[in-house]
């Protein structure tokens, strides 16, 4: 996920957020240990798309309430973008979260990232709202989106994805390649 990560964060946020932030962001929110935290947080759950045995995006929600989740990250490597992964990560992440009886998504992207917010306003997310968020000593420029939780087809599934189960996650492998049919509980 570092990976996917550092590389994606270099395109996302050009002209949004120095270099030099990014780095330290990315030192600090991917390390192994931040990670390890991650995974373990109640109420987190970790989408993760694989290719060939890589990591290509993945996607992290943390339940806010008996009724709301966040989508806290979601990314895709940049050559592997506009392929579909990210509303699959999104559509698998939304089908958990139905089936637990939640009712509404948010998500907070930078103002200025464009392909973000355009990722978020197709699928669906709406009433946007600016905010700003202090991180490590830089100011963040935010929108919130919000949508509801709706039946919506999960369509990894429905194109013959096959679902894989690795510490209580689904994940999804060989995405744009041969599919893994194997079902692990």
């Not at 120095?18 to 995974?39: F, I, K, T």
């Not at 700003?132 to 963040?140: A, N, T």
Request: without cysteine; glycine residues 10%.
């Amino acid at each position: 996920m570092e990976t996917v990560a550092r590389a994606t964060w270099g395109v996302a946020y050009a002209g949004i957020i120095p270099d030099e932030v990014q780095r330290r962001l990315l030192d600090s929110w991917y390390s192994l240990q931040s990670l390890s935290r991650a995974l373990a947080t109640n109420g987190s759950s970790f989408f993760v798309a694989e290719s060939g045995g890589e990591v290509i995006g993945f996607a992290q929600f943390v339940r806010r309430s008996s009724e709301s989740v966040e989508l806290t990250r979601i990314y895709v490597l940049p050559d592997r973008q506009r392929s579909g992964i990210g509303m699959r990560l999104l559509d698998a992440g939304l089908a958990e979260f139905r089936e637990e009886g939640l009712k509404q998504v948010t998500v907070q992207v930078e103002r200025d990232n464009r392909n973000g917010r355009r990722f978020y306003e197709r699928a669906g997310f709406a009433d946007p709202r600016e905010l700003s968020h202090d991180v490590q000593g830089f100011g963040l420029a935010l929108v919130e989106y919000r949508r509801p939780i709706l039946g919506r087809l999960l369509s990894g599934l429905a194109m013959g994805e096959s679902p894989r189960w690795h510490e209580n996650r689904l994940w999804f492998s060989d995405w744009g390649g041969a599919r893994d049919r194997s079902r692990r509980p």
